[in-house]
């Protein structure tokens, strides 16, 4: 996906494959929420048998938490696509997932007190 | 599916929106605080276009990729904040309302020439009722207009606090980031 073997198109040209062709035309993933947010850890082997190559790549940037967002974003891919290759990857217990807290009639909470004070001190102290 | 954290190892997230017009310094504001090279997460969209975007010459077009600049700023070892730059075209609001939600708060970055731009970005977050202060970039240096003229000129709500800052300037737009968190908490006290 990232390699310069064409002389003839560069990363201007945009992926030649197209978008959603890596998920099999899904749009929507099997299973999760993936909030841009969202973390991702891996908790398989990125030379796991009978994965894609942009699910390895996920596995292989993972090892440490990584927001949806910045791996999207490492990877070079839609981030429609990124969540369904999570879901995917997310129902075969190759990941785990660390959501924002949620509240079911509220949706997303907002930051409590204590950690908007912590954002405060952590922003001075920049 | 995992929700807990079962480790010390996985931050808190927290998000702010960097809201405004085209071409204002929202990359540029982003770009002073973030810890990281800021990234663009993209988001390809189907038949999203139709009927708005001019498609002639092109009928075979049937997608348009939306980008969104974000930032990142480690605050402590257990929360992480991510700025994120919403996409300027009014047609993109569902990806604001994806990046509004759970948000802390909002920055409107407002440039006193073209303070009109800034306007859908204001009714946005009054509408949904998301926290947000009006920081009005001053690229030269040069104040104009006083906050309260540009708080008139807006029709702000009197509690909406508008700021002077340098979208370059890395401790100017810490001190943006901190005036919007503590209007978050005074809103909560209000409320409370």
Same mark, same amino acid.
């Given at each position: ?126 | ?58 009928? +075979?077009?049937?997608?348009?990729? *939306?980008?969104? /600049?974000?930032? $990142? ?6 929360? #992480?904040? @991510? ?18 939600? +759970?948000?802390?708060?909002?920055? *409107?970055?407002? /440039?006193?020439? $073209? ?6 970005? #204001?009714? @946005? ?68």
């Amino acid at each position: 996906m990232t390699e310069r073997g064409h002389d003839w198109l560069d990363s201007d040209a945009g992926p030649v494959v197209r978008p959603y062709a890596v998920t099999g035309g899904r749009a929507k993933p099997a299973v999760g929420a993936f909030d841009l947010v969202a973390f991702v850890v891996s908790r398989a082997d990125p030379g796991e048998p009978n994965l894609l190559p942009e699910q390895r790549a996920i596995l292989a940037r993972t090892s440490e938490p990584v927001s949806v967002a910045e791996l999207a974003s490492h990877l070079d891919l839609a981030l429609g696509v990124v969540r369904v290759l999570l879901g995917d990857l997310l129902q075969q217990r190759l990941i785990e997932m660390y959501e924002p807290e949620y509240d079911q009639s509220v949706g997303p909470l907002r930051p409590d007190d204590r950690i908007l004070k912590a954002v405060v001190n952590g922003l001075r102290a920049l | 599916m995992a929700s807990e954290r079962s480790d010390g190892h996985v931050p808190l997230a927290v998000k702010i929106l960097i809201a405004g017009g085209f071409g204002v310094g929202k990359t540029t504001l982003v770009s002073a605080v973030s810890e990281i090279r800021p990234l663009q997460t993209e988001e390809v969209l189907t038949n999203a276009g139709i009927g708005i975007d001019d498609v002639h010459g092109v009928e +075979g077009k049937r997608t348009t990729t *939306v980008a969104m /600049d974000f930032g $990142r700023i480690s605050i402590n070892q257990d929360i #992480v904040l @991510y700025l994120f730059g919403t996409p300027g075209q009014d047609r993109f609001w569902f990806l604001w309302d994806e990046l509004a939600l +759970g948000a802390l708060g909002a920055v *409107v970055l407002a /440039d006193t020439r $073209r303070l009109n731009d800034c306007f859908p970005s #204001v009714d @946005y977050f009054e509408r949904r009722s998301t926290p947000f202060l009006v920081a009005v970039n001053c690229f030269d240096g040069v104040q104009k207009h006083s906050a309260t003229q540009i708080a008139k000129a807006l029709d702000l709500d009197p509690d909406v606090p508008v700021v002077l800052c340098d979208a370059r300037d890395r401790r100017s737009i810490k001190d943006v980031l901190i005036a919007l968190v503590e209007h978050v908490m005074t809103l909560k006290q209000v409320a409370a």
